[in-house]
């Protein structure tokens, strides 16, 4: 049989224009449907078929209800799946005038209809899946307030009713009789008109939101604009009192928040209550991330405000959150509302792969894959922006070159993985004992250099001789004790430029080869002897920041 979409549809081309509409909005509409009966007490015939749903909110249930009481006869199909099936269980016990049939056309054409008549007002709303469109989340939908397309979906569902529930077919007929639709009242129609033209006008300017987020995320790779930009697209779009987005975990590495607040509210602490609660409420989602609502509640003793909360899920794992705050308190969140929240939330879990992609990238593109340190070309990029400050605060700047004594040696008694072991543990003792400022880098081989901004010459020998005894005690797995050669150079002292200052670091590291290895020279102009601390100038300010180093 024909579901009453393509019936209808056959009978009243002329009159019907099939739309296609996110399946949140073609729900909201059938409740804008309900609403008039709801909401002027009409003694009306109401039909309804719903789509199936395993788990239905509380709100779903009390509506139906409001219907039963509110309507003079109400008629449901139900797949015996959903979670409305437990209205047939209790209907014996409560004095209901609902009939439940069981769907029977569920290996068919998905279909939602609703279908309002009474002597004031009559309205079918009719959709089906969209089978010609690869979009499954949008559906065909038909409404119109016409008595005579009415009767004939009355007629429809008689002739179905009578081949599917014959038991009920006469209860069914009496109810169409007594509730045949004659006039439909213009107030009543203009009041659903004007909320289904806002309805799509809402739908559109969310539509709207989560397209421009979208090209912020293709546009960007900078999480906290994109972050921003999706709490200033969900908070128009959905005109709550304040948005909140957060990201957290190791796909980030940090902890990042931003937030919108709209125009009209006053700096009255908002602010910090909203952030206080992301941070209690990322925390309950980060053991249990599952979306929730809470909606608007003026009865209580103190005011409740609306908010509607959606995990950021990436793979399983959660990495952070999505809130939206409205301080309506009659605000129900819209099942269109809360579909674009979880809209939103999966496309910023895409946003924080793709930057965490991004910044591992720039990881790998930017340091050694052996050792973790540095590569040549962020070596030469950094000393020249360490170089340009230090010209312009009129600080000194040195360099240490090293590399470790007789490496040939190592990978050919103990081999190559013994050298990579060598140089990895000579990493890990530079990173161990610079500071945050300081740069350490492979320069090529065995050889490293280390930037050590607002240190003279002086300070850099001390910190150079401390590394070289800290490399002596080194044990290389299969071959034993290390030992690594050091050359100093300070800007401006020995160096005006980068290249000259990398060249005079690197003559200073052929003195100490030339010395015999396993210590720490100057360029030749200076000298070729270790540096003693029993022979430090006079301290200064740059000295004593070496000292601190000791």
């Known amino acids: 049989m024909y579901s009453l979409y393509h019936s209808l549809l056959a009978q009243h081309s002329r009159q019907l224009t099939p739309v296609s509409c996110a399946g949140s909005t073609i729900a ?9 009966v709801l909401e002027n007490n ?14 239905r909110p509380p709100r779903d249930i009390t509506r139906i209800k409001e219907l039963d009481q509110a309507a003079k006869n109400l008629f449901l199909w139900v797949s015996p799946q959903d979670a409305l099936s437990s209205l047939v269980l209790s209907r014996g016990k409560e004095n209901t005038k609902s009939v439940v049939f069981e769907r029977t056309d569920l290996d068919k054409t998905y279909e939602r209809f609703v279908v309002i008549a009474d002597a004031r007002f009559s309205a079918v709303l009719a959709s089906v899946k969209n089978e010609e469109n690869d979009d499954t ?23 179905r009713v009578t081949a599917e529930h014959s038991f009920y077919s006469n209860a069914f007929s009496k109810a169409v009789r007594t509730s045949m639709p004659k006039a439909t009242s213009l107030q009543l129609t203009l009041g659903v008109t004007t909320k289904l033209a806002r309805l799509l006008q809402e739908q559109a300017e969310r539509e709207i939101a989560v397209n421009r987020l979208a090209t912020a995320i293709r546009n960007s790779l900078e999480l906290d604009s994109v972050l921003q930009t999706a709490a200033d697209e969900v908070g128009r779009a959905l005109n709550v009192h304040s948005c909140a987005v957060r990201v957290e975990g190791a796909l980030v590495g940090r902890q990042m928040t931003t937030s919108y607040f709209r125009r009209d ?47 950021l899920i990436y793979q399983g794992s959660f990495v952070g959150l999505l809130l939206v705050r409205s301080d309506d308190m009659s605000r129900i969140w819209a099942e269109n509302e809360l579909l674009l929240l979880h809209t939103v939330a999966d496309q910023l879990a895409v946003a924080v792969n793709q930057a965490h992609l991004f910044a591992q990238m720039q990881q790998q593109a930017l340091t050694d894959g052996l050792t973790g340190c540095y590569n040549r070309r962020s070596f030469e990029l950094q000393l020249e922006r360490d170089l ?12 240490i070159m090293l590399d470790l004594d007789h490496f040939k040696y190592i990978n050919d008694q103990a081999g190559h993985e013994a050298g990579d072991e060598a140089l990895c543990m000579l990493a ?39 590394l070289r005894q800290r490399i002596e005690m080194m044990e290389v797995p299969g071959f034993g004790r290390a030992t690594a050669s050091f050359g100093v150079a300070s800007f401006p002292s020995h160096a005006s430029s980068r290249d000259t200052l990398v060249v005079a670091a690197d003559r200073a590291l052929y003195n100490s080869k030339r010395a015999g290895r396993n210590r720490v020279s100057l360029p030749e102009e200076e000298t070729s002897e270790p540096f003693s601390p029993a022979e430090q100038p006079p301290v200064d300010f740059d000295s004593t920041d070496a000292l601190q180093r000791l």
């Not at 009409?42 to 788990?55: I, K, M, R, W």
Request: a negative charge; glycine letters at 4%.
């Open 137 to 159: 989340s949008r559906d065909l939908v038909i409404w119109t307030f016409e008595p005579d397309v009415v009767y004939s979906a009355l007629e429809y569902l008689m002739a």
């Open 28 to 36: 909201q509409l059938q409740r804008y449907f309900e609403d008039v």
């Open 388 to 399: 340009h400050l230090a010209t312009r605060m009129r600080q000194p700047l040195s360099l």
């Open 265 to 311: 509210l006053g700096d009255d602490g908002a602010r910090a209550l909203l952030l206080t609660d992301v941070d209690s409420i990322s925390e309950r989602l980060s053991a249990s991330p599952q979306a929730y609502v809470v909606d608007g509640d003026s009865s209580q003793d103190g005011p409740v405000l609306a908010d509607a909360v959606v995990p």
């Open 428 to 466: 890990d003792n530079l990173r161990a004992e610079l500071r945050a400022v300081d740069t350490a880098a492979r320069f090529g081989g065995d050889e490293f250099v280390i930037i050590l901004p607002q240190a003279n010459a002086e300070g850099a020998m001390l910190v150079a001789e401390r």
């Open 42 to 55: 009409l003694a009306a015939l109401v039909v309804e078929s719903l789509p199936a749903a395993a788990v």
